[in-house]
């Protein structure tokens, strides 16, 4: 579904980005790994050609991206931000309405279906209770509900999601990427999920990109990415990895420097 | 479920605009010379229909030819500037922004300060003009400076139209430091704002700009909510951000021009008429472009009003108007804005 080939791109001077490869297939989740300043949120915003890399291509369904122009992108690919400015009162309803904006294009009202299809986003979301309240009145995490439900509003085939979980509590974490886990398996959406939680990311990722200075690290399942060896070396610091009690999955744990 | 739509906005602006009328109509029935109200109107509607006039030539010159187009003037000023008003706090996600703030104010002032010294008459065409020129100046100063690779970036643009502005500031003191008792009158009164430097034929420069200006703002209000959240958030609902941002920028800034060439630097509507059609109406500029300019136009229809006739036969800058009900009356917005949000 989308194929970056050997892509790098840097603001200024130095790259950000160097020579990154990889394929996403339809249906997959796939989590975006890597220290801070690894280039998680830069890749991120190439994905969905905020950005355009100054070498290689990224291509969607074997279009490249910079053919496709703003509209037809946002059609297909719908991204949820670390943090979304509100400067002024929007209802629940208009925010998610605004989901609906790719399809409107030059029109500046919305019709009966495209109401109807932010309200099935808002029923799924299962903010439709508090549909006509001011977003900036909601907590951390009703708000990322809100968003995740304007980008269901844009019908999209992949979600982006950055740092979906940072500023959430366990309970609001389970549930968003609950959520997140049902779009993905029941409605066959395509995730990519850039996290710094590596142990959120091995639970519910089918497959990590780790990421070390602008480079892929590794890639693969979560067993063959989050390993002691991988992640002492991307990160410099030394961590304890077991499973996961349940899952099985790759459990890291920090350990303090000297022992307890 | 509470959205906007077409005939929610059709409705209000159709309310608004009867508002709009009957406060013109008023304004034209009050003045230093007494005309009776009803005789006023007589005489309006029946050259509005073409039939041969009431009341004496005197009055029907008060009337129609100095009152009316002042009324009408104003409404579109006040209009002009509210819109612009809107569009900048949008763009530049500053809740302080004013149709002033990149600096096209200024650069009509020295327009207009040059225009009064050179003595080229107050009612003529000539300072509108110099002043127009002037503010179009400062706006391609302001874009030169505010665009890096082809992109606007709000805060360059902010930055360059504060230092343009203060660059222009200078040379008004500069030149008012060189001005003659008489001419210094002028000058202050203009940079307060007053519509005696505007006559009939004013309407007939802005009226073009105002309404393009804002029927281009208008065909993108959708889009001005989505920016309101961050240019990234409105690149991924598959906004041309940079086309939006340049032609908003452009459009804001030629009403602004159109309107302070006429009547000078009138302060206070553009910053508090969008706040308060969004405490009222909330914050879509669908209906927000519509509403602010309707009230705009009636509020500064009515100041003129008041700034003519309050020490009559003396006329007051209507800026001082603005300023002396837009104050109190904005506070008084924001003590009881949580009431005003629930209706």
């Known amino acids: ?260 | 479920m509470k959205i906007i739509t077409l005939k929610k906005v059709l409705t209000i602006s159709i309310l608004l605009g009867f508002v709009l009328i009957v406060i013109i109509l008023i304004s034209i029935t009050m003045g230093s010379v007494k005309v009776p109200p009803l005789r006023s109107i007589r005489i309006l509607f029946r050259a509005i229909l073409g039939l041969k006039g009431a009341g004496n030539e005197t009055e029907r010159t008060i009337i129609l030819s100095l009152r009316l187009p002042r009324a009408i003037l104003a409404g579109f000023v006040g209009a002009g500037l509210s819109v612009s008003g809107a569009t900048f706090q949008a763009l530049l996600r500053n809740p302080l922004a004013d149709p002033y703030i990149l600096g096209v104010s200024s650069g009509a002032a020295v327009g207009a300060i040059i225009a009064i010294l050179l003595g080229l008459g107050v009612s003529s065409f000539g300072l509108p003009l110099v002043s127009f020129l002037g503010a179009l100046l400062s706006i391609v100063v302001v874009f030169y400076c505010g665009r890096q690779e082809g992109r606007i970036h709000p805060h360059t643009l902010l930055l360059a139209g504060v230092i343009v502005g203060s660059f222009l500031s200078a040379l008004i003191m500069f030149f008012i430091s060189l001005s003659q008792k008489e001419e210094l009158r002028t000058i202050i009164f203009w940079l307060m704002g007053d519509f005696s430097f505007s006559n009939a034929r004013s309407i007939l420069i802005i009226f073009p700009y105002i309404l393009l200006g804002v029927f281009l703002l208008y065909l993108r209000a959708r889009h001005l909510n989505l920016i309101l959240s961050g240019e990234e958030s409105a690149v991924q609902l598959g906004v041309d951000v940079e086309r939006l941002k340049l032609v908003s920028y452009l459009s804001a800034s030629l009403i602004t021009a159109a309107s302070v060439s006429v009547c000078g630097l009138i302060g206070f509507v553009g910053l508090i008429i969008p706040h308060s059609v969004r405490l009222i109406f909330g914050p879509d500029h669908r209906l927000l472009i519509p509403a602010s300019a309707l009230i705009g136009a009636s509020f500064l229809v009515a100041c003129d009003t008041f700034a003519r006739t309050l020490l009559a036969p003396v006329e007051l800058p209507v800026g001082v108007v603005t300023a002396a009900f837009g104050g109190p009356f904005f506070i008084y917005l924001l003590r009881t804005r949580k009431a005003i949000r629930t209706l």
């Open chain 1, 1 to 260: 579904m989308i194929e970056a080939h050997s892509i790098s791109f840097r603001y200024h001077e130095a790259w950000v980005l160097q020579e990154v490869s990889f394929r996403v297939e339809k249906g997959e989740f796939v989590g975006v790994i890597g220290p801070n300043g690894s280039g998680k949120t830069t890749l991120l915003k190439l994905l969905y050609g905020l950005l355009a890399p100054q070498r290689g291509e990224i291509l969607f369904e074997l279009v490249p991206m910079k053919k496709m122009d703003r509209r037809d992108i946002a059609k297909r690919i719908a991204v949820v931000a670390q943090e979304t400015q509100l400067l002024f009162p929007f209802s629940v309803l208009e925010t998610v309405l605004m989901g609906r904006s790719p399809y409107l294009g030059r029109l500046l009202f919305e019709s009966e279906k495209d109401l109807e299809i932010a309200r099935k986003a808002m029923e799924w979301t299962k903010i439709l209770p508090f549909s006509e309240r001011p977003v900036e009145e909601l907590s951390g995490g009703e708000r990322k509900r809100v968003f995740i439900a304007r980008a269901l509003a844009q019908e999209p085939e992949v979600i982006l999601l950055d740092e979906p979980t940072a500023n959430l509590d366990i309970e609001h974490q389970i549930d968003f990427l609950d959520l997140i886990l049902t779009l993905n398996r029941e409605r066959g959406l395509t995730i990519v999920m850039a996290s710094h939680d590596m142990n959120i990311a091995s639970e519910f990722c089918d497959r990590l990109i780790l990421l070390q200075e602008g480079r892929i690290y590794q890639m693969g399942t979560p067993e063959e990415v989050v390993t002691k060896e991988n992640i002492e070396s991307v990160y410099g610091c030394e961590v304890w990895i077991d499973q996961h009690p349940v899952s099985g999955m790759p459990r890291i744990s920090l350990l303090r420097k000297g022992g307890r």
